[in-house]
């Protein structure tokens, strides 16, 4: 918010405290925990950064952009360029984080959450609240005789409105007496007793009314806890809700549940472990187990919780690696049921943890370590990993600009500049899909997008989602088109990072989005993007990781660590299948395709399958009548021919799909064809790809039954097929009476194919348009494609098929992978080790990459794990060993919309307004006078920043968030750079020394 003297949250607080104690000063403000950072994250972090002195500060040195001399998140540039305003105005002292030595680093004050310097990650004060801010030049804002630090008393820079009193507030409660002993006329007198307000408790649990679940009940769940932070004799003891939120929030335990976690624990019972962390050592087993609780039924929401397996033998809660050979509990009981069962390790004997390849794998000092943004006001929380730098140090909370509630949280990694948007919003549409059409036309307000492709699928929690990807245009940087974002998403002053630092992409945008559909009222979409040019590296990884459904969680869940073994295994076999409309319309997609053939080759032959491909025409079930030689009973590289055999020879493939190749002017004899004597009229692609799969007695040449022996004319026994629709009209078979049943007939036929797995992928005609042909409704192709979970590709722009091609492969030669995990993985976290000398080529095989040409990659839905390249297991070592850890999701949100504090609109209550509890309503009281710099507005109920107030000199720019005269950029470019230096502190051109 914006910095002022008058009152600026005066609010429902929620618990009578005493008087503030004296905070100590700020003491070098080195860090404190960023809001709702999971336990156990950020391991390593900050060792050996920020050691020694980087020297005192220099007004003429070019660099001060890049510079933080003091870690307290303003850029020295900033420091010695603006001024504020105050008697007399200045500046913040760049050699000292707490410039008016009132207990708040200068950066915190202004609401910054991170430096432009990486050194200082670990040293700074972020704020909790970067909405609300104070001045770094006055110890005491709002002059009520308490320093700022002592009215914020924990220095998170977020009022705490159960304890504390508002700096930017000299009458917190609006009793007409000052929060500290000094008077401020014309607002309260000084000396109050008990600055924070007193509101209603009814049954004396420390939780208000306006937010106690059952107001006349302590102990709502009956486990023996106050709801609140307060003692019910005789009934209860303090415990549950300890901040008086209304909310759970980290540390906490629910009033309404009387096992939080879920962990076979009660919360009364659980004194050395958390009561809202299932797996406080986070080493994969539950509590519960790791303890010897035996099996019970349900406990509140909780579901019956089955017990440890040996409940004569236990680990250490609290100690992720109980036996101290290096390898996690859970990772050495990689099923978690507490029982050392055939194949495991046991977590209590430091000798059998030993194996090389497990331990470069499954150490607690290899792990990738993991911070978790949580958002408990919106039940989010995103995770994030922090390997080789990417640790999304800038991070912003998002607020809903009408409530004041939090409602996401945004982040940016500066190495990969890789940039995220999670919200929680009211959903656009009907169901996933519909929400995802939404947003895609949302975005492309924002800049133009191209090359779209979709897919449905269920979250790890069993919600049901869309993953989709574009590329957008624009040349901004990362975090500018990152707070566009958020802005479309949430509104304008949801929140927004600091672009002082943020290089311009030079291809705009890849995009990788995910909508959740948790409920009716309940959407969560997260957005990651990063500069085209860096999306075929590890930023493309991290866009896709966070993107892909296992980077997102309710708030309560928490996360273990899962290892598994697995032996190495020979080559898979993968069937593709194209179905394609040879109509009229199709000639020059059908190029597209062809000319995709050769991507096509370099996915396939660096993957761990061995494919080959076919085709059939969506005139197969009846090819031109007949006539003219066209045929469905047998299939050859003729265009009378309405099928092509099975092939792992690509260049063949693609001259099918090439009307004229060697440009004679002559139709090339193995094209498909796109329209004549053996088109047909009604086309019927998803019905010709059922036909040449069923029995033969059809009527037709078929691809069944299965071959145990190559054959290019069946599908191999026990292999894997991928079916592929290429096609600008809806299948016709149904008419659209018929089509909702219709795609329930043929996800029934191709779901009972006898083959290891099936797979579908198409590129049709986009959501709404359509591209001249009929289109059934329900869309049957596209129902199909949800229902399988297969990527969607737009027909209507060419230059997407070839990305739409690769997607397709992409996911399938995954899934055909046999290396399935035992658990849902947060696919950032999973690292790969593997046996020395058992791969194809050289490889690191202690760390195998993240890589699609070398390496290994994971799809987090199918659970599954494959290997590309020089990292493919050699099939001459087949049997050797591949460890691969992970991180994994716990859920203990039985809820989808868990139930939230009654008042809530008394949170963002701001100015001199009052909560009136009885309408649940903001009420503005009066006018007050406000400090320099500032003036009254009615309309926000307090004081707004006056910029002709400030009078800035005419080298200096007014700046409206801060309330300050800043030097812009080279003194407003009026400086010659190659003889004159603009020296901040002053805003005037010097002579460069010596130039």
Known sequence: MRIRSAPTALSLSLLATSLLVTAPACDGCTTLAAEGEGEGEGEGEGEGEGEGDPGPSDPNDPDNPNKDTDC?????????????????????????????????????????????????????????????????????????????????????????????????????????????????????????????????????????????????????????????????????????????????????????????????????????????????????????????????????????????????????????????????????????????????????????????????????????????????????????????????????????????????????????????????????GTDAPADETALRALLNGIGALTTPTTNTFTTWDGYPAVHASYRMAGATGTKTRANAIINALVGGGAGAFDVSDDPAATSGFAVEAEVVRRSAQTTIVLVALTPAELFDGVSGFLCRDLADGSALAQAPDSTGVQCDRRESEGFAQLDILWSVDNSTSMND????????????????????????????????????????????????????????????????????????????????????????????????????????????????VSFLPTQAAPDDSHVQEGGHLLLV????????????????????????????????SFQMGGIICPVGDTCGEAQRTPHVLRGLLQRFGGIEGSLRDLNAIGPTVGAILDQALVNVSPYVLDRYPITSTVKVAMAAGSTMGTCNTDDVPRSREHGFDVDSTTRTVAFFGDCRPSPAAIGSLIAISYRTWLDQSPLPDPPQPGCQVCASCTGVERCDLEACACVCDGELSCTAGFRWDSDVCGCVCDVDALACDETHLADVSACACLCPANCNDACDTSTELCQASTCICRPILGG
């Open 589 to 700: 997609e059908q190029e597209q395709v062809g000319l995709a053939a050769q991507a096509m080759r370099a996915r396939l032959e660096s993957a761990t399958v061995d494919y080959r491909v076919a085709a059939v025409t969506s005139g197969f079930y009846n090819p031109g009548g007949q006539a003219s030689g066209c045929t469905n009973q047998t299939c050859g590289d003729t265009t009378q021919n309405q099928c092509r055999p099975f092939t792992n020879d690509l260049d063949r493939f693609a001259s099918w799909f090439q009307q004229d190749a060697d440009n004679n002017g002559i139709n090339d004899v193995p094209w498909l064809g796109a329209g004549g004597t053996c088109n047909q009229t009604r086309e019927e692609i998803a019905h010709s790809a059922r036909l040449i799969l069923s029995d033969p007695a059809a009527g037709t």
């Open 72 to 428: 307290d998140g303003l850029s020295d540039a900033e420091e010695f360029g603006t001024v504020y305003p105050g008697d007399p105005p200045g500046g913040t002292d760049p050699d000292d984080a707490d410039s008016d030595d009132d207990g708040l680093s200068d950066g915190q004050e202004l609401g910054r959450t991170g430096s432009v310097e990486a050194r200082c990650d670990g040293q700074l004060d972020p704020d909790a609240d970067p909405a609300t801010t104070t001045n770094p030049r006055d110890a005491d804002s709002d002059d009520d005789g308490l320093s700022d630090g002592q009215e914020d008393a924990d220095h998170d820079g977020q009022l705490d409105r159960s304890s504390e009193t508002d700096p930017n507030n000299p009458d917190t409660d609006g009793d007409n007496l000052c929060d500290g002993p000094s008077d401020v006329p014309p607002v309260c007198t000084g000396g109050d007793t008990e600055p924070v307000p007193v509101v209603p408790d009814a049954d004396g649990d420390g939780l208000a009314d306006a937010v106690d679940p059952v107001p006349d009940d302590p102990d709502a769940d009956d486990d023996g806890l106050c709801d609140g932070n307060a003692d019910v004799a005789g009934i209860c003891v303090a415990g549950e809700d300890l901040d008086g939120d209304g909310w759970v929030d980290n540390g906490e335990s629910d009033p309404l549940q009387p096992d939080t976690d879920c962990d076979g624990i009660d919360d009364i019972d659980e004194t050395t472990t958390s009561r809202s962390n299932a797996d406080s050592d986070g080493d994969g087993i539950l509590d519960g187990i790791e303890l010897g609780v035996g099996a019970h039924g349900p406990v509140g929401d909780c579901p019956a919780f089955v017990g440890d397996g040996d409940v004569s033998t236990t680990t250490d809660p609290n100690d992720a690696d109980s036996d101290g050979d290096g390898v996690p509990d859970g990772a050495e009981d990689p099923n978690q049921n507490g029982r050392v069962d055939d194949g495991e390790l046991n977590p209590n004997d430091p000798a059998d943890g030993n194996d090389p390849v497990v331990q470069a794998a499954c150490a607690l000092d290899s792990l990738v370590p993991l911070v978790q943004r949580v958002v408990v006001e919106a039940d989010l929380q995103v995770a994030l990993p922090r390997r080789e730098g990417n640790d999304f140090a800038d991070h912003v909370p998002l607020r809903d600009p009408g409530s004041n509630l939090p409602v996401g949280v945004a982040g940016h990694d500066r190495d990969t500049r890789v940039a995220f948007v999670a919200v929680k919003r009211t959903p656009a």
């Open 725 to 756: 629709f290429l096609g600008d009209a809806d299948d016709q078979y149904f008419d659209n009476a018929g089509a909702a049943a219709g795609i329930d007939e043929l996800e029934a036929f191709y779901r009972a194919l006898p083959v290891a």
